[in-house]
Structures are given as structure tokens and as C-alpha cells.
């Protein structure tokens, strides 16, 4: 049974654009989620992280929301730019377990 | 060099084969883990070590084997695989264990099995 779940697989945006990715949990112990960033032929890279005590972090373009009551969060990239063109993993966890990944979304970022 | 090394980059393998994976970082962390990324599923941790001492095995069939001689290096070695081992194996390290320490992952052993 997967814990994080990434329901759309692949995602189309066009440059200058808003790109959300979603990712929702099942485990209400999840207390700190992250999400990383994987180029081909690379592994994956953190970019931005959330803990349960806040509802929003941003860090330049990138900005992650978690919602908490809804056991939902999403990572908003604006503008979009055609290098963010990547898979965007969703990773969970707690102070009891390890990161928990999602599948991966793959965003296409076009000119 | 820098950050995590992963060799070799491509390997293939038959099933009767033995063989190893070597992870290397430069990062000056404590912990290491493997983790396992076959197409449409998401990462599945495999192994974890937490200076050098093996603090989760994640239910992983005994023909993976891992090392940890010392905190900078994790091999996982590999004996009579099975065609549905192809993955991509993925190391990665992080500060120590504790959830808050972000990972650091290597670019990855693309592994196939025939």
C-alpha cells in the first residue's frame, strides 16, 4: 500500500507558466516531507522541504504547501522555466521511519 | 572529487553472475543507504547504515549483500540475481540517520539482469 502517492505520472507546462505538482499520504505520522528533483542519468537532488508545523515554504520560484487536514501537499514552481524540465519526487517521513518516495511526476517545460 | 560517487555506472549481469556495486562519498556523512528505483514505482529503500552499523534492512531477498567497511564507503553485492533485480540501484548519504538530515544521492548503477 503505497504511503505517498503521486497521481499524475507526467505533467505539460509551457515557459513563464505556474507548474503545481501534487502529492497526497496516507500516514498521519508523516511530520516532515521533501521534495527532490532528478535529471537522466543523475539521482536525485533535494530542493525544498516542509515540517509539519507550517503550512508554506518558499525558496525562490519554488514554494511548497502542505495541507495538513487533507494529508496534501504540492510544490509550485513560477515561473516555470524550461530547465526545471525533470522528475519531481515527494518524499515523507517521520522521526519513527526513513523517507517514504512517491513515484515521481515527470514535468515537461516548454519555450 | 566530490559528493557521492556510484560505479560502475551500467552494469549487466546473468543470473549466475557475482558482482558489486560501490558507493563512495566525500560529504563527511555518517549514514549511507541504498535504494532501489525500478520504472513506475516509486524509490524503495533497501538498506540503511548508520555509522557503519547496518540499522535497517528493508525486507530485501539475502542475494543482495551490503558492506560498510567505513563511513565513505557502501558496496552492495550481488549474487544470482533475477531478471526483475534490473533497476536502477541509487546511494545516497546524509549527516546521520535522523530524519531531518537531507540525502545526498549518487547518480546511480543501472543494473541488468539477463
Known amino acids: 500500500d503505497q504511503q505517498v502517492k503521486q497521481n499524475s505520472p507526467s505533467l505539460s507546462v509551457q515557459e513563464g507558466r505556474i507548474s503545481i505538482l501534487n502529492c497526497d499520504y496516507t500516514?498521519?505520522?508523516?511530520?516532515?516531507f521533501l521534495w527532490y528533483k532528478k535529471y537522466p542519468a543523475e539521482g536525485p537532488t533535494f530542493l525544498i522541504s516542509i515540517s509539519s508545523i507550517k503550512d508554506k515554504n518558499e525558496d525562490g520560484r519554488f514554494t511548497v504547501f502542505l495541507n495538513k487536514s487533507a494529508k496534501h501537499l504540492s510544490l509550485h514552481i513560477v515561473p516555470s522555466q524550461p530547465g526545471d524540465s525533470a522528475v519531481y519526487f515527494c518524499?515523507?517521513?517521520?522521526?519513527?521511519?526513513?523517507?517514504?518516495f512517491g513515484k515521481g511526476t515527470m514535468l515537461l517545460v516548454s519555450p | 572529487e566530490t559528493g557521492v560517487t556510484q560505479t560502475p555506472r551500467h552494469l549487466v549481469m546473468g543470473m549466475t553472475n557475482k558482482k558489486s556495486l560501490k558507493c563512495e562519498q566525500h560529504?563527511?556523512?555518517?549514514?549511507m543507504y541504498w535504494y532501489k528505483q525500478s520504472a513506475k514505482k516509486p524509490l524503495e529503500l533497501m538498506f540503511v547504515y548508520n555509522f557503519k552499523e547496518q540499522t535497517e534492512n528493508n525486507s530485501v531477498p539475502s542475494r543482495f549483500s551490503p558492506e560498510c567497511p567505513n563511513s565513505s564507503h557502501l558496496f552492495l553485492h550481488l549474487h544470482t540475481l533475477q531478471p526483475e533485480d534490473s533497476a536502477l540501484y541509487l546511494c545516497?548519504?546524509?549527516?546521520?540517520?535522523?530524519?531531518?538530515?537531507?540525502?545526498?544521492f549518487g547518480e546511480g548503477s543501472r543494473l541488468t539482469v539477463l
Open positions: 500516514n498521519s505520522m508523516f511530520d516532515y
Open positions: 518524499a515523507a517521513g517521520s522521526g519513527y521511519s526513513t523517507l517514504t
Open positions: 560529504l563527511g556523512h555518517n549514514a
Open positions: 545516497a548519504s546524509s549527516q546521520d540517520s535522523s530524519l531531518t538530515g537531507e540525502l545526498f
